[in-house]
């Protein structure tokens, strides 16, 4: 076991750049926290079964993000349609073909970063889409290539719906004449590949914005005085963890046709994830 091999550093550097995926992982995980971004260790373990197909789904949908941002760049949806060329990526394309072809996002601003500080630290996020229509409603998109839909109150809880919301006003005052948006004029839109009819919407107000970045700002100050990250006493949580094999917690990944909610230790971190070619 790691732990009891050498030492773990046991402090962010400061100032830390957090987004959500970090900010989830300590949520479900201080020490899943403490392997990936103190020390940065290589995912060491294969985390679910069989491991070829959630390997090839999480390069499906990162070539499917790929397709869909070239696409609202203007590159024509002929070309693009020829890359789509697996089952999951053929079915994904139409529904995404259907669903640009009725939505009205007014101007588009796709695969956007934005940052801010938060406290000492800072907040970072790479958006799918941001879209402001002519209303003046800002729309956040983020396509989600999941199997199964998860609950709607699953994912009003996740700290990418808190954390996307509240960093576009603090940060997206360029989208909007230089001011920035009030909280009543956002909404986040989970749009499921698989599901094109069921989105999830999450509208905003000043009370929510208010807790979130609250919440944001005390979760970073506590990260930044922790120097103790213990393991998670969810144990429910290391069956699709790729640090098992450092906490003793099992061997055996979780099998991907089990997994409902619990995506978090296998969601692709587009954050993270180096840009494809085409
Ligand atoms: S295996 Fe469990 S305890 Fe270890 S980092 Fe992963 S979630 Fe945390």
């Known amino acids: 076991m790691l732990s009891t091999i050498v030492n773990l550093k046991s402090q962010i550097e400061n100032p830390f750049a957090f987004s959500q995926s970090s900010l989830q992982d300590y949520a479900d995980c201080p020490r899943r926290f403490q392997l990936r971004y103190i020390e940065q260790l290589a995912w060491p373990a294969v985390e679910t079964e069989p491991a070829i197909e959630n390997e090839h789904h999480q390069q499906e949908g990162l070539l499917f993000h790929r397709l869909v941002q070239q696409h609202l760049i203007g590159l024509p949806a002929e070309k693009l349609a020829r890359l789509a060329n697996t089952p999951d990526l053929s079915r994904w394309w139409g529904n995404w073909q259907d669903f640009r072809s009725l939505a009205d996002f007014g101007s588009l601003y796709p695969e956007l970063t934005l940052s801010a500080p ?44 808190r954390v996307y919301r509240a960093l576009l006003i603090q940060a997206g005052a360029h989208l909007n004449k230089q001011t920035p948006f009030q909280p009543e004029q956002i909404e986040m839109i989970y749009w499921y590949a698989d599901f094109p009819a069921e989105p999830a919407r999450f509208p905003y107000t000043a009370a929510q914005y ?19 990250f213990p393991l998670t006493a969810n144990e429910e949580k290391c069956a699709y963890c790729p640090y098992r094999s450092y906490c003793n917690r099992g061997i055996q990944a979780g099998d991907m046709d089990d997994i409902e909610t619990e995506l978090s230790g296998v969601e692709i971190d587009f954050e993270q994830i180096q840009e494809i070619e085409l």
């Open 118 to 161: 938060l406290g000492q630290q800072r907040l970072l996020a790479k958006y799918d889409l941001v879209a402001v229509r002519s209303d003046k409603k800002a729309l956040i998109f983020d396509w989600k290539t999941y199997h199964k839909r998860p609950g709607d109150e699953w994912m009003a809880a996740r700290l990418q719906t």
């Open 210 to 228: 208010k807790r979130d970045w609250d919440a944001l700002t005390g979760l970073v100050a506590e990260i930044a005085v922790r120097r103790e």
